[in-house]
T-cell receptor
Framework: AQTVTQSQPEMSVQEAETVTLSCTYD???????LFWYKQPPSRQMILVIR??????QNATENRFSVNFQKAAKSFSLKISDSQLGDAAMYFC??????????????FGKGTSLLVTP | ETGVTQTPRHLVMGMTNKKSLKCEQH?????MYWYKQSAKKPLELMFV???????ENNSVPSRFSPECPNSSHLFLHLHTLQPEDSALYLC??????????????FGSGTQLSVL
């Protein structure tokens, strides 16, 4: 089974600074999707960014970008110009094939991001 | 508002109680999911429904019983739960669970406490 590892339980960043959250995964597949989800105190999981492994170009969404290293099976999230509203739990996820030939997301344990003024 | 609504937001129940969690999606999606989120553990996939048919059941104890009467509604019926079942239960939906580009849309969850 594919596993997703987030080695940083907590991170802190100052407002307007840049922070990078790390994620590694284990897979034998050659093409797959990776995701970063954000869970603010409201508890609602929100999709931040996604990356298809087939594409070499790193995905970007405004202040959010990823550093996708396929050979190293690494998928880190960079948040630029951090804002107070970025404070949340961040989950890395891998889209995996389930036993019934469908797809589901495998999540890491999450990284809690604190943004200080 | 993401289009996935869960009720109740909080639930406290005794081990002998019977209660139900409700999820409703207004996105026209065909697949719905129950996830369990426990402290310091990865989200665990519990059940997957596709077009109202249960297609995944990840070895979940029988004290959790899902129901999907139509593609917009999903329930999780609870009975004789244990304290270790206390967690945040998240519902999600997606357009098509067989899509390679699957994006999940989540509700805000039900925080369940079993006493």
């Amino acid at each position: 089974a594919q596993t997703v590892t987030q080695s940083q339980p907590e991170m802190s960043v100052q407002e307007a600074e840049t922070v990078t959250l790390s994620c590694t995964y284990d897979t034998s597949e050659s093409d797959y999707y990776l995701f970063w989800y954000k869970q603010p105190p409201s508890r609602q999981m929100i999709l931040v960014i996604r990356q298809e492994a087939y594409k070499q170009q790193n995905a970007t969404e405004n202040r959010f970008s990823v550093n996708f290293q396929k050979a190293a099976k690494s998928f880190s999230l960079k948040i630029s110009d951090s804002q107070l509203g970025d404070a949340a739990m961040y989950f890395c996820a891998y889209r995996t094939v389930t036993s019934n030939s469908g797809y589901a997301l495998n999540f890491g344990k999450g990284t809690s991001l604190l943004v200080t003024p | 508002e993401t289009g996935v609504t869960q009720t109740p937001r909080h639930l406290v129940m005794g081990m002998t109680n019977k209660k139900s969690l409700k999820c409703e999606q207004h996105l026209g999606h065909n697949a719905m999911y129950w996830y369990k989120q426990s402290a310091k553990k990865p989200l665990e996939l519990m059940f997957v429904y596709s077009l109202e048919e249960r297609v995944e059941n990840n070895s979940v104890p029988s004290r959790f019983s899902p129901e999907c009467p139509n593609s917009s509604h999903l329930f999780l019926h609870l009975h004789t739960l244990q304290p270790e079942d206390s967690a945040l239960y998240l519902c999600a939906s997606s357009q098509d669970r067989r899509s390679r580009d699957e994006k999940l849309f989540f509700g805000s969850g039900t925080q369940l406490s079993v006493l």
